[in-house]
């Protein structure tokens, strides 16, 4: 929900530090697996109780993201580089709730339900992709991307402020986890009403 309208205001920093890490010869996936050890760092901070690194290595994390996207978009897309980047973004998006539900054992029940909701809209957002593909459907909503990104309430930015809002307050992690679980379920039944209306035969 959030990702479309942050994207005029993000993309053109991080497009001209992208061209100038390109020039350096840095590639995209290089950024992308360095993101990924950033985020799983983040999630092992906060296993650890070191919540403060976790949020910092957070923040890294999405830096470097947008970073990868810069760098390809100077270098010219491809799509492993787009299947690294989705792989990374879900394998660190499920971290961060598994850093919390061992931090305590009370977290671990809304840590599931966070990740289990996680499953679902990554199964819907990947399955509306493949079909969108397979129609020649296209969008630059959220800036030019290796296959087609639906909007939903619940996306990248929404997931950070979540993921932020958890460091900041983490004897809140639990009404926070199942709060937001209930946005990617609604998620979920938006992205099929939208699949309903867009893949009608």
């Known amino acids: 929900m959030l990702d479309a309208r942050l994207r005029p205001l993000i993309d053109p920093p991080l497009n001209a530090v992208g061209r100038v890490l390109s020039g350096a010869g840095i590639t995209a996936n290089a950024l992308t697996f360095a993101g990924l050890a950033v985020g799983l760092g983040g999630a092992a901070a906060i296993a650890l109780g070191h919540i403060g690194w976790g949020l910092a290595l957070i ?31 879900f394998a660190f998006y499920v971290s961060i709730p598994l850093g919390f539900g061992i ?54 930015g929404e997931t950070i402020a979540v993921f932020i809002a958890m460091c900041l307050w ?17 998620t979920v039944f938006q992205r099929s009403a939208m699949a309903a209306g867009a893949f009608r035969n």
């Open 59 to 89: 923040c890294a994390n999405r830096l470097l993201d947008g970073l990868d996207g810069a760098v390809a978009r100077a270098r010219g897309p491809s799509d492993l580089g787009g299947y690294f980047d989705i792989v990374a973004d």
């Open 103 to 156: 931090l305590a054992p009370a977290n671990t029940l809304p840590a599931l339900v966070l990740v289990a909701s996680f499953v679902l809209t990554g199964v819907s957002f990947l399955a509306f992709a493949v079909i969108a593909a397979t129609r020649g459907a296209t969008t630059e909503a959220h800036g030019k991307k290796s296959f087609f990104y639906s909007t939903g309430l619940a996306e990248g």
């Open 170 to 186: 983490p004897a809140g992690f639990a009404a926070i986890a199942y709060g937001y679980a209930g946005l990617c379920v609604l």
